[in-house]
């Protein structure tokens, strides 16, 4: 079963239909994912942790950042990843409220962009077969699909981290020896469109939250 947002998407559609538009689209695309990454360490940097600047995570460069399959996914199912940036949290200066700030950091710059994306669609009005309109179309659906699917509340997803800030010490240790099974946990739920709703409740919140200061 495929999740609505999934078939909404229509990425492959335009691969298949404008070759062209598509790779234009590409870039901006990629970079919602490596922002992603990126806003994680820079904040993490900012509050004590060089971790992911030691690295030489803290960088715009593709390369340092995109997973193949990641990238893939993408293209092929509507959301996707970059690699992640190392964090230690173990360095910030031991507030819960900067560990959640860490963790939602990715989440932020998603919306962020997908605020800007349909603001420039409101104020440009670009035409839906210009490469302008398609282009802010699929950052803007795409950043929201980003956010919402990283609110998810299941290990190694930013959404475990930020519920773990919430969590007493004792919870927060069991819950994060999930991590390791984590990503098969979410692929399983996917499939059977489980997850469906949460994802669906997610964007609907996004996109209200977008729409208070754009409408």
């Known amino acids: 079963m495929r999740p609505r947002w999934c078939e909404r998407m229509g990425l492959i559609n335009l691969l298949l239909r404008d070759p062209l538009t598509f790779v234009l689209v590409a870039v901006p695309l990629l970079y919602s994912v490596i922002l992603h990454e990126l806003a994680h360490g820079w904040v993490a940097w900012r509050m004590g942790d060089p971790t992911a600047k030691m690295m030489g995570r803290l ?5 340092r950042h995109l997973d193949p399959v990641g990238t893939l996914m993408l293209f092929f199912v509507g959301f996707g990843w970059a690699r992640p940036v190392p964090v230690n949290f173990e ?5 819960r409220g900067e560990m959640i700030l860490v963790s ?5 710059v998603n919306t962020i962009l997908a605020f800007l994306s349909i603001l420039l669609l409101r104020l440009l009005a670009p035409t839906e077969q210009s490469i302008a309109g398609t282009a802010l179309y699929f950052m803007a659906q795409i950043n929201i699909i980003l956010a919402a699917f990283n609110l998810i509340p299941i290990p190694p997803l930013d959404g475990s981290k930020i519920l773990m800030g919430f969590l007493p010490d004792r919870f927060r240790y069991s819950f994060s ?7 098969f946990i979410i692929i399983a739920l996917l499939l059977f469109g489980i997850l469906t709703p949460l994802i669906d409740l997610f964007r609907w919140i996004i996109v209200l939250i977008i729409g208070l200061f754009i409408f």
């Open 104 to 108: 939602s950091a990715g989440i932020i």
């Open 59 to 63: 960088s715009l460069n593709p390369l």
């Open 177 to 183: 020896r999930l991590e390791p099974y984590g990503f």
């Open 91 to 95: 360095n910030l200066r031991g507030t």
